[in-house]
DNA sequence: ATTGCTGAACGG
């Protein structure tokens, strides 16, 4: 059964510590835990400090109609002397959007006439009562038009606890974000600002302009990509299931983290009878990343993409499939890592959605009308003349010919054409939508390449979140060192079954599930720990086993 | 969008 691990989880660790959580409890230690949690249920979670207020960005807040974008200063002037920009969006509209008309559900559920509409407290504790009685699925609720669109995170979370993320939803609409996230969006931040730059604003008009800075951002990551070889924070949309999906990639690299695995990998693809090969793959079902060595220099129409592709160019040096390799970087508060089995399961459906989603824009499958229509967006609207010349303004340092005496354009700039001719050839989202395609094609080629686009290698990558011990005025560690990685393989039946699973939970089509007892751990920092009512049922039935087991040892001592 | 989540010190 073990669902994802024809091979093992490979770990490299500085400070490993293996215990697998998922494995090695009994259930009378289950039963414990969980009465543990009842007795101290908000041990580890920080109530006050995670609450919010709603305006929490309103000193930050840019002017409503505008976005934000990169921008970075080139310090190794050898070959550039003159700045490089980079652009970015910042969703936060879109994201302060919905999260407004989440707390407005949170307020129509008031119309219960027994009580004032507007009292806090009231209204929280009676949500919850009305959403008892909603039968609608939490995709209605929670996920469709004119709130947000279903997200990477949405589909992932509930694999460390369904239970949990129902109750975050139906009782604040949202995760509550705790320290210790603030922390990692912290080290995250710092990690993309070494590859985009800083944060510059752009003016947009109208919604359309927000959106296609969305794509804009998108295509300069991949093109960073494959200038760099290291893109961080790319945003990826698809279709799952008739609904639109986001996420947000953490980091796209051309440095395999584990070549070792990785040849044991692509030879389960290759051969798929020999060795570790898992069960359930149908031989007409080969995962898309299945590449074979054939039409490796003959099938590309256009030298440019070849030439543009870093993949390309490792294959002639190397005799290996040369790819990109998908990592998700996790910040702990802890040194140790987490353990391969259970406990890793939501980073491992994360990773390998985003290998799916990033295929399927690699071979330009996903409708984007649809993506359009979710957000109502008008596809064939012209993007205002403040957006077009913000962006051309943005980046004239990189392309216009520099004023430097030893400069003349970046090595790296000159097959870049000029954003602002570009931006007025792809001056509506549907256009702007084939330009990324393009980008996509050009980065993450199909066809053509010896070996996958992307490696079914993943990794996480774990990193400590705030800087730990100082001895004297010495920091012994910084926020976002190393601790280590783990990597695994994408298994396209094992996503593909969660992702069946996960939806039919969405779509209200089965019961909510929470963690086994065998995890019962998860409940001692969860602050719906003391009136779950999953808990309670579980905690019942290690009750009813362990006087099992103890009269059965007695009728056997007999 | 994402962000994070598995005490530590102890005794044997």
């Given at each position: 059964?073990s669902?994802?691990?024809?091979h093992?989880?490979?770990?490299t660790?500085?400070a490993e ?5 998922g494995s090695d409890?009994?259930?009378?230690t289950a039963?414990e835990?969980?009465?543990q ?10 109530l006050?400090?995670i ?8 000193s930050t807040?840019?002017?409503p109609?505008?976005?934000v ?5 080139s310090?190794d ?7 490089k920009?980079?652009?970015h969006l910042d969703a ?10 989440e707390?407005?559900?949170?307020n129509r559920?008031t ?19 009305f959403d ?7 995709l209605e ?8 669109a ?5 589909l ?8 949990q993320?129902e109750?975050?939803l139906?009782?604040?609409g949202r995760v ?5 996230m ?5 080290v995250?931040k ?17 919604k359309e302009d927000?959106?296609?800075?969305q794509i804009w951002?998108?295509?300069e990551?991949?093109r960073?990509?494959?200038?760099t070889?290291?893109t961080?924070?790319l945003?990826?949309?698809g ?27 692509l ?5 798929p009878?020999?060795?570790s090969?898992?069960k ?6 080969l995962?898309?990343d299945?590449?074979?060595?054939t039409?490796f ?7 440019s993409?070849?030439?543009n592709n870093?993949?390309?160019?490792g ?5 290996k ?7 998700d970087?996790?910040?702990r ?12 399961r939501?980073?491992h459906m994360q990773?390998?959605l ?9 071979a ?5 009308e649809?993506?359009?229509e979710?957000?109502?967006?008008d ?6 003349d403040?957006?077009?010349a913000e ?8 392309y ?7 400069g ?6 000159i ?12 001056n509506?989202?549907?256009?702007l939508?084939?330009?990324l ?7 993450l ?5 010896n070996?996958?686009p992307?490696s ?11 800087a730990k011990s100082?001895?004297g005025?010495?920091?012994?560690e910084e926020?976002?060192t ?8 994408f ?8 992702i ?5 939970w969405?779509k209200g089509?089965r ?10 751990y998860k ?6 720990a003391?009136g ?9 039935e290690?009750?009813r086993?362990?006087?099992l ?10």
């Amino acid at each position: 059964m073990s669902a994802y691990s024809p091979h093992q989880d490979s770990a490299t660790s500085i400070a490993e510590n293996g215990s697998d959580y998922g494995s090695d409890v009994d259930d009378t230690t289950a039963y414990e835990l969980l009465s543990q949690a009842e007795s101290q249920p908000l041990r580890h979670v920080v109530l006050e400090s995670i609450e919010e207020p709603l305006s929490e960005d309103d000193s930050t807040r840019q002017h409503p109609n505008s976005g934000v974008s990169h921008m970075q200063q080139s310090l190794d002037g050898v070959r550039q002397s003159s700045f490089k920009t980079r652009s970015h969006l910042d969703a936060r509209e879109f994201r302060e959007a919905s999260i407004e008309v989440e707390y407005d559900e949170g307020n129509r559920v008031t119309f219960s006439p027994s009580r004032a509409p507007n009292e806090p407290q009231a209204s929280r504790a009676t949500s919850v009562e009305f959403d008892k009685n909603d039968t609608r699925s939490l995709l209605e609720r929670f996920r469709t038009r004119p709130k947000k669109a279903l997200s990477v995170t949405d589909l992932v979370s509930p694999a460390w606890c369904e239970q949990q993320y129902e109750y975050s939803l139906t009782k604040y609409g949202r995760v509550r974000r705790t320290p210790a996230m603030k922390q990692g969006s912290s080290v995250h931040k710092e990690l993309e600002e070494q590859v985009r730059g800083v944060e510059v604003v752009i003016e947009t008009v109208s919604k359309e302009d927000r959106f296609g800075l969305q794509i804009w951002n998108a295509i300069e990551g991949l093109r960073i990509l494959r200038e760099t070889g290291l893109t961080r924070e790319l945003q990826v949309w698809g279709v799952v299931e008739g609904e639109v999906v986001i996420g947000i990639v953490d980091e796209i690299s051309t440095s395999c983290p584990d070549e070792n695995m990785e040849a044991a990998i692509l030879e389960d693809l290759r051969n798929p009878k020999s060795g570790s090969q898992r069960k359930n793959r149908k031989s007409d079902q080969l995962p898309s990343d299945q590449r074979t060595l054939t039409n490796f220099l003959t099938s590309s129409q256009n030298g440019s993409v070849l030439e543009n592709n870093p993949a390309f160019l490792g294959t002639l040096q190397q005799d290996k499939p040369s790819s990109y390799y998908v990592k998700d970087i996790k910040t702990r508060q802890s040194r140790t890592l987490p353990g391969p089995g259970s406990p890793s399961r939501p980073t491992h459906m994360q990773l390998m959605l985003y290998h799916r989603l990033l295929s399927s824009l690699a071979a330009n499958e996903v409708p984007a009308e649809k993506i359009f229509e979710r957000y109502s967006l008008d596809q064939n609207a012209h993007f205002s003349d403040k957006f077009i010349a913000e962006i051309g303004n943005l980046n004239i340092g990189a392309y216009a010919p520099s004023a430097d005496q030893d400069g003349g354009v970046p090595l790296e700039m000159i097959q870049r054409q000029d954003p602002l001719t570009e931006l007025l050839q792809h001056n509506t989202l549907a256009l702007l939508w084939n330009l990324l395609m393009t980008e996509f094609a050009r980065t993450l080629p199909t066809q053509g390449v010896n070996g996958p686009p992307i490696s079914p290698l993943l990794t996480a990558e774990f990193r400590t979140a705030s800087a730990k011990s100082r001895r004297g005025d010495d920091v012994i560690e910084e926020a976002g060192t190393l601790i280590g990685q783990r990597s695994f393989p994408f298994e396209a039946a094992v996503i593909d079954g969660y992702i069946r699973d996960e939806m039919a939970w969405w779509k209200g089509e089965r019961e909510t599930k929470g963690v086994e007892v065998e995890e019962a751990y998860k409940c001692r920092m969860c602050e719906f720990a003391e009136g779950c009512v999953w808990r309670k049922t579980k905690v019942e039935e290690g009750l009813r086993k362990s006087k099992l087991r103890s009269e059965s040892r007695r009728k056997s001592e007999v």
